[in-house]
């Protein structure tokens, strides 16, 4: 099953409000990645993080990867209706051949 | 470049039947996967290859059948098809596994309904 959890599982915000979702794990994230896909759309890649409490940005989105691994947040201000869509994180799991296991997403409603 | 392609985009099966969802990129990437997307369970791995004549298998294998003969091509073949197959299918390429900095490119995806 999913080794990530992703909360919460649904968001609705003003257009203009702050949004933020967490990517938890039990076990200690080797790198984790994530997504976003929109309405009827395809997963495209946002970012990935590596480091052990790394910050990233693109514009008004911020990604952080918690000092112990364990946990990773997304962080959107002032959301604008083009951030409507699902966000997912998505962890590496080793063993054998590596392979990108997904998160059960949290989905965005921003209302006008 | 095309990018990660899929057909079809839509595919209704009587329980019973098989099919094979085509997946196909350009960009020389090793790695591919398939992953399905179910409402509330977000995608889950079905199988995947590092590259030509290698697969594994993903979270959910069973039902479904894989092979890896040329870098571009990473056909999904369902043997025979049930209910709960009923998804939307994603293929997924890399340059390579996603260890390194690699992001997966996703085809547009295949909904499947099996009747």
């Known amino acids: 099953g999913q080794q990530v959890m992703q909360i919460p599982q649904y968001q609705h915000v003003q257009e203009g409000e702050d949004f933020t979702t967490y990517c938890n794990s039990s076990t200690t994230l080797s790198n984790i990645q994530w997504y976003k896909q929109r309405p009827g759309g395809h997963p495209v890649f946002l970012i990935q993080?590596?480091?052990?409490?790394e910050v990233k940005k693109q514009k008004r989105l911020t990604f952080q990867f918690g000092e112990a691994k364990k946990n990773s947040s997304l962080h959107i201000t002032a959301t604008q209706t083009t951030d409507v869509g699902t966000y997912f994180c998505?962890?590496?799991?080793?063993?054998?051949?590596?392979?990108?296991?997904f998160g059960a997403g949290t989905r965005l409603a921003v209302h006008p | 470049n095309a990018g990660v392609t899929q057909t079809p985009k839509f595919q209704v099966l009587k329980t019973g039947q098989s099919m094979t969802l085509q997946c196909a990129q350009d960009?020389?990437?090793?790695?591919m996967s398939w992953y399905r997307q179910d409402p509330g369970m977000g995608l889950r791995l079905i199988h995947y290859?590092?590259?030509?004549?290698?697969?594994d298998q993903g979270e959910v294998p069973n039902g479904y059948n894989v092979s890896r003969s040329t870098t571009e091509d990473f056909p999904l073949r369902l043997l025979s098809a049930a209910p709960s197959q009923t998804s939307v299918y994603f293929c997924?390429?890399?340059?390579?596994?996603?260890?390194?900095?690699?992001?997966?490119?996703f085809g547009p995806g295949t909904r499947l309904t099996v009747l």
């Open positions: 290859s590092v590259g030509a004549g290698i697969t």
């Open positions: 960009m020389n990437h090793e790695y």
């Open positions: 997924a390429s890399s340059y390579t596994g996603p260890s390194s900095y690699n992001e997966q490119f």
């Open positions: 993080l590596v480091k052990s409490g």
């Open positions: 998505a962890e590496v799991v080793s063993g054998g051949y590596n392979k990108l296991i």
